[in-house]
């Protein structure tokens, strides 16, 4: 079998999950790393390819991948980056700026259609899964509306923007902020309501803060508390804590998620779908997500579609390695 | 708009079913009823066409259904219906004999291809919605065992089949089986542990039954728990009731259920995902799923598309009417 080639273009916590996920993706190889800072790449791997990013044909000639996964961040690299990439090579993203996913659909859309490639944007869990999971809801139970919480666990979900966001604020040296779902909100969900929630009615926020040595704890307190969209609209908390508290008790990137959804089918018969994930690590997921789209990027590509997809344009089976016949026998 | 027009084939819970959720669905319209037993179905229905299955050309030329959906059983009536009819007109159907599905699909697409027609195949909750998500967590976790559970609340799913099975002993006037997911065995599954069950390890099943007057308990109980695949492999318990007690007690047709699978992910985070839906009304339920089944196989067919199709082989965009940039900019 000739093993899908999958240049990974980003090193941070998303690009090292995808380099991880290909090892457990046997029908999977890595053609190399793709970064703007080759240099430090090369001394973190080892007996990998690392391109420099700005001149996409040299790196493509060079590393001749089936696929492009583009692992950088939603805010700066992939506005960038996705709609010059797939111009050259057939390309997956996981853009997750939900208000600004109509334009980069289209930018990714004109270029990839021109270039004759596929581009499969804003995948991972959430926009994803959970993208699919409330599109589902919404179709096989009309007048459901779907709901995402985030954070239902003991610890809650780590939210990696909330964090930088926090860590803006001077006199923080460090923070991480833990997002908690309200567990009466999803109830309400749960019995059929379909309440219309402000944000803050369906989450609160917790902060642990690091604080520079000379750094006024009310008025960094403040200055959360009143940060427009991020906290200002919650029920938000802030802990200060030590440097070696932080690094001890709040390391790692777990978090987890929950779509929910209910109507009444036919005769006002009561009817509620929810799908749970939990995830360790975050940009892992998100990874592993990433690579079973990059395999349904491959098969679109070789039956000869182009321009962008999603994962609402995917029939399920492109993401899975198993044949029709498998699938049929023990999979339905 | 014009409408899809919808035949629906077969007047029973799910056929019902079909026609309340085209009631609640504004872009179908109900063709009429197709039916063994026309005068039967004319007394139950006004001011809608019913029709004789046995001369498909009859049916199709009166009612012009773009689409017909398949509402008989698996065991008697789909596997002679279904690759019968979808040499005539677009199908749809629930066909959840699970072990035959791979000769169920080869003979839908067979006699669909050689028509031209599309027939969408083994839809509903499971198969259908479960098969989806035993696949997603497969593609998305490699490594993970997707289970299924039914059950889970505290009434218990009610099994239509294993009603059936129970009212075929000797002695037994009435009755209805509840099954009951093992919580253990769910918990088993979520710690990781992709444990190897046996059937009985998974649910037990739970008997209300209304005997004949002359009939023998120890001998129903007997017949009962003896019964190879439906009841011997499982902790089953048996309690008489009254007719009136059942009536009562244990009508109408709930039933939920789960699927779960749990992997770890790069380098050992755990990673766990949960589909869990929980029906007032199973037949209503399946009805639904139906019906945006039949939404997507209008669309496969005026693609020019034909063959048989599971819900994997279709993009999830086409189960709904949102429009893609509806979907782009409030559903992803």
Redesign the interface.
């Known amino acids: 079998m000739t093993k899908i080639r999958a240049a990974v273009v980003g090193y941070g916590n998303v690009g090292?999950?995808v380099m991880?996920?290909i090892r457990?993706?046997p029908d999977f190889e890595l053609a190399g790393v793709v970064s703007r800072s080759p240099e430090r790449v090369k001394k973190a791997v080892s007996g990998i390819p690392v391109m420099k990013l700005d001149n996409p044909s040299a790196w493509i000639e060079a590393l001749r991948p089936d696929v492009a996964i583009l692992c950088g961040g939603s805010k700066d690299d992939l506005p960038r980056q996705g709609p010059e990439l797939c111009r050259h090579v057939t390309t997956v993203d996981s853009f997750d700026n939900?208000s600004r996913?109509?334009e980069y659909?289209a930018a990714m859309n004109e270029n990839a259609t021109a270039a004759g490639k596929v581009a499969v944007i804003?995948t991972g869990w959430d926009?994803g899964?959970f993208?699919?999971?409330?599109?589902?809801a919404?179709?096989?139970?009309?007048?459901a509306r779907a709901y995402g919480f985030y954070g239902l666990g003991p610890k809650g979900g780590l939210s990696m923007g909330h964090s930088d966001a926090l860590r803006t604020i001077p006199g923080v040296r460090d923070a991480r902020q833990y997002t908690h779902a309200v567990p009466d909100a999803i109830e309400r969900v749960r019995k059929g309501e379909n309440p219309v929630f402000e944000p803050g009615d369906m989450h609160t926020r917790e902060c642990f803060v690091v604080l520079e040595p000379d750094a006024d704890p009310a008025a960094v307190t403040k200055a959360i508390m009143e940060m427009p969209g991020y906290f200002a609209p919650y029920q938000t908390t802030v802990n200060f804590v030590t440097q070696e508290e932080l690094d001890q008790q709040y390391q790692?990137f777990p978090h987890d998620g929950l779509v929910v959804a209910a109507a009444?089918?036919?005769?006002g018969?009561?009817?509620?779908?929810?799908?749970?994930?939990?995830?360790?690590?975050n940009p892992?997921?998100t990874?592993?997500?990433l690579v079973?789209h990059a395999?349904a990027a491959v098969r679109l590509q070789r039956e000869g579609r182009s321009g962008a997809f999603?994962?609402?344009?995917?029939?399920?089976?492109y993401?899975?390695t198993?044949s029709r016949?498998e699938?049929?026998?023990h999979?339905?």
């Open positions: 090292r999950g991880a996920s457990n993706n939900h996913i109509p659909f804003s926009p899964m993208s699919l999971q409330r599109v589902l919404g179709a096989f139970m009309p007048g790692g009444v089918t036919g005769n018969n009561p009817a509620l779908t929810e799908y749970r994930c939990l995830w360790g690590s892992e997921a990874a592993n997500i079973a395999r999603t994962i609402l344009d995917i029939p399920p089976a993401f899975t198993l016949d699938l049929l026998k999979w339905m």
